[in-house]
């Protein structure tokens, strides 16, 4: 009996992994245009952040946790400033930042070519904290992920950031800095418009006729 009950703890726990690690689930912020993978369904919240100016703006985080581990993303209102990049809201967000720790990482990010910056952080009770934060359409995007000293870096939640127009069409740039548009997006845009930029052939960067 020892044996068979042995074997079923064993089956038990080969298939659940599988299950476990396929939890992470892409979530969809219509309201603040982006979409991210997090452990479950994030709990939503109405906040304030205090911008470079010293005002405070609206914001509203998107938080998860797993086994002790903290994934936030706060999604701040800049609907006053017309710049469509506007380096100082997230210049900004990382000065706050490297005040939480010590910084054993700190350079420049971009995600679709949309620039922002990265931090890693050890936190004094040891904690690491791996930060990304980008501006684009009137959004501030903070990444905030806190995970213990043994965890794995959090590419999954750090890296997956995708940030979406007004039709819910990812929003991508060229090295030029012109907005484009893959085909793959297309098809997956909700009935996004095409774009007067360039439209790319799935994720090469060869462009299609118009």
């Known amino acids: 009996m020892r044996m068979a009950g042995s074997i079923f703890v064993f089956f038990a726990l080969v298939f659940a992994q599988p ?3 396929q939890a992470w689930t892409s ?4 309201e603040d245009r982006f979409a991210i993978g997090f452990p479950g369904a994030p709990t939503i919240e109405e906040t304030e952040w205090i911008d470079e100016n010293g005002m405070a ?11 002790g581990n903290f994934y936030t993303l706060i999604a701040v209102n800049y609907d ?11 210049e900004h967000a990382a000065a706050v ?3 939480m720790g010590e910084v054993t990482f700190d350079d420049h990010a971009a995600t ?11 936190l004094p009770d040891g904690r690491r904290l791996y930060f990304a934060a980008h501006y684009h359409g009137k959004r501030l995007y903070i990444l905030d992920a806190n995970v213990s000293a043994r965890s794995a870096p959090p590419g999954q939640f750090q890296q997956n950031l995708q940030i979406v127009d007004e039709e819910g069409v990812r929003v991508r740039y060229t090295n030029e800095g012109e907005r484009m548009i893959r085909t793959d997006d297309l098809q997956q845009a909700l009935g996004g ?3 007067g930029g360039p439209i790319f052939e799935g994720a090469s960067d060869t462009p299609v006729e118009q």
């Open 112 to 122: 679709d070519r949309i620039d922002g910056h990265q931090l890693q952080i050890t």
């Open 19 to 21: 299950a476990y690690a």
């Open 193 to 195: 418009p095409i774009e």
């Open 27 to 30: 979530f969809y912020g219509e």
């Open 80 to 90: 006053d400033i017309e710049e469509n990049i506007y380096h100082p809201a997230y």
């Open 57 to 67: 703006r609206s914001a509203r985080t998107y938080s998860a946790e797993r086994s």
């Open 97 to 99: 930042y490297r005040e």
